[in-house]
């Protein structure tokens, strides 16, 4: 099973701490906070608290998609899983070619 479910955890928690777009996110998110007037003392809170919805709407939704897989056949939640990675691939081009012809017009 590709090294079971913690190695694939894992894996997902370092792409997604190496992510640019989730520290634009997260700064971007200290700054709405900042500008709304929370006091930067106050920050530890708010994004425990963001922290803490964030962490249980993840397990919610992966224990729903854990229930709805069973419903599938194998051979179609590959075929969906195959196809939801190629439209996430043609996304992240989508939006290099974004980035890039913004960078080429500055």
């Known amino acids: 099973k590709y090294g079971g479910r913690r190695a694939a955890f894992v894996s997902g928690m370092l792409l997604s701490l190496t992510n640019p777009w989730a520290v634009a996110f997260w700064v971007a998110l200290g700054g709405s906070f900042i500008a709304l007037g929370a006091q930067p003392g106050n920050m530890p809170v708010?994004?425990?608290?963001?922290?803490?919805?964030?962490?249980?709407?993840?397990?919610?939704?992966?224990?729903?998609?854990?229930?709805?897989?069973?419903?599938?056949?194998?051979?179609?939640?590959h075929v969906l899983s195959f196809?939801?990675?190629?439209?996430?691939?043609g996304y992240g081009v989508f939006v290099i070619t974004r980035v890039l012809a913004a960078l080429s017009n500055s």
Request: proline share 3%.
């Open 83 to 89: 196809g939801f990675g190629l439209l996430l691939a």
């Open 46 to 77: 708010l994004f425990s608290s963001f922290m803490l919805g964030s962490l249980l709407w993840s397990f919610v939704l992966a224990g729903l998609v854990d229930r709805a897989r069973h419903l599938l056949s194998p051979r179609l939640f």
